[in-house]
């Protein structure tokens, strides 16, 4: 069972990038996604998800309007577009698929930690923002 997040790179203030999470030895119809980062230094935070059910998805409030999730289950992929890039937005991001569509949320809301242990964790791909 794995995750893995791919798509970051290099980008200028203003930029976009396009991660992708893609699952291998798991489907990802079932599972909620979300996406999250962690800055040097910093916790781990919450940046988006999307239900399994609906596909609604929620945003942190310093990604709305900015970022983009979505899904394509034929592929067993997630994705995150990112527009507007700012040098805050450097970190490692992660993405992670849970059963439980409520726990995601909360994870992302509130604290990663809530999911920690439920969900399944891809490695992370490093988002650089810089001039």
């Known amino acids: 069972v794995q995750l893995q997040a791919s798509g970051g790179g290099l980008a200028q203030p203003g930029g976009s990038l396009r991660l992708s999470c893609v699952a291998s030895?798991?489907?990802?119809?079932?599972?909620?996604i979300g996406w999250f980062r962690q800055a040097p230094g910093k916790e781990r935070e919450g940046v988006s998800g999307?239900?399994?059910?609906?596909?609604?998805?929620y945003y942190a409030d310093f990604v709305k309007g900015r970022f983009t999730i979505s899904r394509d289950n034929a592929k067993n992929t997630a994705y995150l577009e990112m527009n507007s890039l700012e040098p805050e937005d450097t970190a490692v991001y992660y993405c992670?698929?849970?059963?439980?569509?409520?726990?995601?949320?909360?994870?992302?809301?509130?604290?990663?930690?809530?999911?920690?242990?439920?969900?399944?964790w891809g490695r992370g791909t490093q988002v650089t923002v810089s001039s």
């Open positions: 992670a698929a849970d059963p439980s569509d409520n726990r995601l949320r909360v994870g992302i809301q509130s604290s990663w930690k809530n999911v920690r242990a439920s969900s399944y």
């Open positions: 030895g798991l489907s990802l119809d079932s599972l909620a």
């Open positions: 999307i239900s399994s059910k609906d596909g609604s998805t």
